[in-house]
């Protein structure tokens, strides 16, 4: 079966630093991967993702991630942090279900604080 | 135009209560989802229609009983309200298919006394 992991519940960085979400899966079968944020009291909102090609994939409000296969892992970056980054970010893996059907199976979220 | 909406954004009940969210979606996707998130932001799928067919039912006490009338709606019934339902609840919706984007409602605060 397949899982994800999100290392740190919460992490929290200054204004104008480096951004570093982790996320490491197991999967029996070449993943497809996402990240999606939640702002506070709104729905979840696609950032990113994972299909085939470049491993290194470019998403909304200047995130990126790249996919490492031999590391198993899907880590979130973005250079430089903004106030507005402040949210809950969940990885997750697609996962078959039955007759052509897919399933999200997802990380416990990691809270992104920024500080001033 | 609110690709995914649901009613009410708040409810608030008391225990032993029976009460219906609604969902609708306009995107055209054939498949829709029901997920739970408790108070520490975990997400918990509970079900989830493919063309008005039920393809995922977790774990979830039969007092919720989903009904799809069509492919853009999605309601979610509880009966017999327990505090321990108080939650989050999120609507979604995808085409089917493993790369696809699942796209949210706002989510409905319910809160049972």
């Known amino acids: 079966a397949q899982s994800v992991t999100q290392l740190g519940s919460h992490v929290s960085v200054s204004e104008g630093a480096l951004v570093l979400l982790r996320c490491n899966y197991s999967s029996s079968v070449p993943p497809y991967l996402f990240w999606y944020v939640q702002y506070p009291n709104q729905g979840l909102q696609l950032l990113l993702k994972y299909t085939t090609g470049a491993t290194l994939v470019k998403g909304i409000n200047g995130f990126e991630a790249e996919f490492k296969k031999s590391e198993t892992s899907f880590h979130l970056t973005k250079p430089s942090a903004h106030m507005s980054d402040a949210a809950e970010y969940f990885c997750a893996v697609s996962d078959a279900v039955m007759d052509s059907n897919y399933q999200l199976i997802w990380g416990a979220g990691t809270k992104l604080i920024i500080k001033p | 135009d609110t690709a995914v909406s649901q009613t009410p954004k708040y409810l608030v009940t008391q225990m032993g209560n029976d009460k219906s969210i609604k969902c609708e979606q306009n995107?055209?996707?054939?498949?829709m989802y029901w997920y739970k998130q408790d108070s520490k932001k975990f997400l918990k799928i509970m079900f989830s229609?493919?063309?008005?067919?039920?393809?995922i039912n977790e774990t979830v006490p039969n007092r919720f009983s989903p009904k799809s009338p069509d492919k853009a709606h999605l309601n979610l019934h509880i009966n017999s309200l327990e505090l321990g339902d108080s939650a989050v609840y999120f609507c979604?919706?995808?085409?089917?298919?493993?790369?696809?984007?699942?796209?949210f409602g706002p989510g409905t605060r319910l809160t049972v006394l």
């Open positions: 995107l055209g996707h054939d498949t």
């Open positions: 229609y493919n063309n008005k067919e039920l393809i």
């Open positions: 979604a919706s995808s085409q089917r298919g493993n790369t696809d984007t699942q796209y």
